[in-house]
């Protein structure tokens, strides 16, 4: 019998010579601290082929460094990205920042409207951010530098935010108070603008930077191609000091631009070796988010996304970030209390329980901006399809949903109607496993607060099982 690797192409001994002496144990925990590394870049990876490389695919935005203004909010029907927000209409626009930087125009908005633009690398650090909390509402121009950049910053240009990466996504949250509002929310999103440098600042452009054939990648095929996709993303993701020793270590088992061996070379033993890294490191991310937040009244709250320095080389941090829910905000844009148990810690299932969630009058959730909690299906992590076509509970909502008499405010989560008369508090519910994500739009620092995230004076109510 010849044997075979995993691609099914023959396995020749000879290839293997070339490899260090690495035995099964070792291949094996490579595998497993490669993979919580690379989850998040991978992950981004995907998106950025998706949203702005594959023309012809379904979730398809725009090409880079133009503007896709999204005047809806998402749905069920969006799959690209999990956990996805439906309550802030996007704006996206990919980054190629390698030929020039990349300006930013954001309009005057309204002071009682929140936006924000998230600015996210390659690595998945939120590097910096333009919008009512960071910059404040007035109008200004943005530059974005890729990590190889040298210059002084330009008249007209209020901050320089650099990239770690040379592609890079800026995401747009424009806050939508109820649906007559979306052409308000269109004014705002039609007068964000990016352009070149050399545009704003109206000079000749450089010479375009070399066209890339990018490696074809999508969310759902992450599992099944998960190295070939890392090795692809690698390319576009510099090495750094905090990460050289991992970024070193993968290349023994053929992964990355410095690779000393092919992936597809080596021999069965250690490919089934790798697979089972793999696993083990999908089970410590998993675990990490099953433990390693804080957990009140059976929400897990914690201080996930961030920069650099907040991950500081802890890369089971940013991986459990990232299955959580890819471009999450750093803290002080935004908190995410999540759950998918109810406040006694059993796990919430629609298909066999109605469930509640109460508000004492006076402790909504506090917050400069506004508040939200959206229901996804607890498998996928997706946006559920529902009779009445809601997917969230927001604060702007409030004035128009019934409250008790003592003033609190009780949501009712299930998959069928409650009934006519608490229709306008059903969060509509999968029938099955259900994963729950209370978002906290600029947090308020003062008490009662989220803040600091785990230990703050103010804390999510259980959900409690209706009889």
């Known amino acids: 019998m010849v044997a075979t690797t995993s691609w099914g192409k023959p396995f020749d001994p000879s290839v293997q010579a070339a490899m260090p002496d690495l035995g099964i144990t070792e ?6 601290k490669g993979f919580i590394y690379g989850l998040p870049i991978v992950m981004n990876y995907a998106v950025m082929y998706e949203y702005a490389i594959d023309k012809v695919g379904s979730q398809f935005k725009a090409p880079f460094n133009q503007i896709k203004n999204e005047p809806r909010v998402y749905t069920y029907k969006d799959t690209a990205v999990i956990t996805p927000n439906s309550d802030t209409p996007y704006s996206f626009v990919w980054l190629d920042l390698r030929a020039e930087p990349m300006v930013l125009t954001v309009p005057a908005v309204e002071k009682d409207r929140y936006y924000a633009v998230q600015l996210t690398d390659g690595n998945t650090y939120n590097y910096g951010y333009i919008g009512s909390r960071s910059t404040g509402n007035a109008q200004g121009s943005y530059m974005v530098v890729g990590p190889d950049w040298k210059g002084n910053k330009p008249a007209g240009i209020k901050k320089v935010f650099t990239s770690s990466t040379p592609f890079s996504v800026a995401i747009y949250r424009t806050q939508l108070f109820d649906p007559a509002d979306m052409p308000n929310v269109i004014k705002v999103q039609d007068s964000y603008k990016a352009e070149p440098l050399s545009s704003f600042l109206k000079q000749p452009a450089p010479a375009a930077a070399p066209t890339i054939d990018f490696s074809p990648a999508t969310t759902a095929g992450i599992k099944e191609n998960f190295w070939s996709y890392l090795h692809a993303a690698l390319e576009y993701v510099p090495e750094t000091d905090v990460d050289k020793d991992i970024r070193a270590k993968l290349t023994t088992i053929g992964i990355g631009p410095k690779k000393t061996i092919d992936l597809k070379d080596l021999s069965p033993e250690h490919q089934k070796a790798i697979v089972q890294g793999m696993k083990a490191g999908d089970e410590k991310i998993s675990t990490f988010l099953a433990s390693g937040l804080t957990d009140i009244n059976g929400w897990q709250v914690g201080s996930l996304p961030g920069d650099e320095a907040h991950y500081n080389g802890d890369w089971l941090k940013r991986a459990g970030t990232a299955k959580a829910g890819l471009y999450g905000n750093s803290a002080v844009e935004a908190v995410y209390p999540l759950t998918r148990v109810d406040g006694d810690g ?28 959206t229901m996804y299906d607890g498998k996928t992590q997706y946006l559920i399809k529902n009779p009445i076509n809601r997917y969230l509970i927001n604060s702007p909502m409030i004035p128009n949903m019934k409250k008790g008499k003592d003033g609190s405010l009780t949501l009712y989560v299930q998959k069928d109607s409650p009934g006519e008369g608490k229709e306008l508090n059903w969060l509509p519910a999968p029938d099955g496993p ?34």
């Open 27 to 32: 291949v094996k925990a490579i595998a497993e």
């Open 346 to 373: 059993k796990k919430l299932d629609g298909s066999k329980n109605n469930y509640t969630i109460t508000f004492p009058a006076g402790q909504y959730p506090p917050v400069n901006a506004f508040w939200s909690v």
């Open 434 to 467: 259900i994963y729950l994500v209370m978002r906290l739009y600029w947090p308020k620092t003062e008490a009662p607060s989220i803040l600091p995230p785990g230990a703050g004076t103010w804390k999510p109510p259980g959900i409690v099982k209706a009889n």
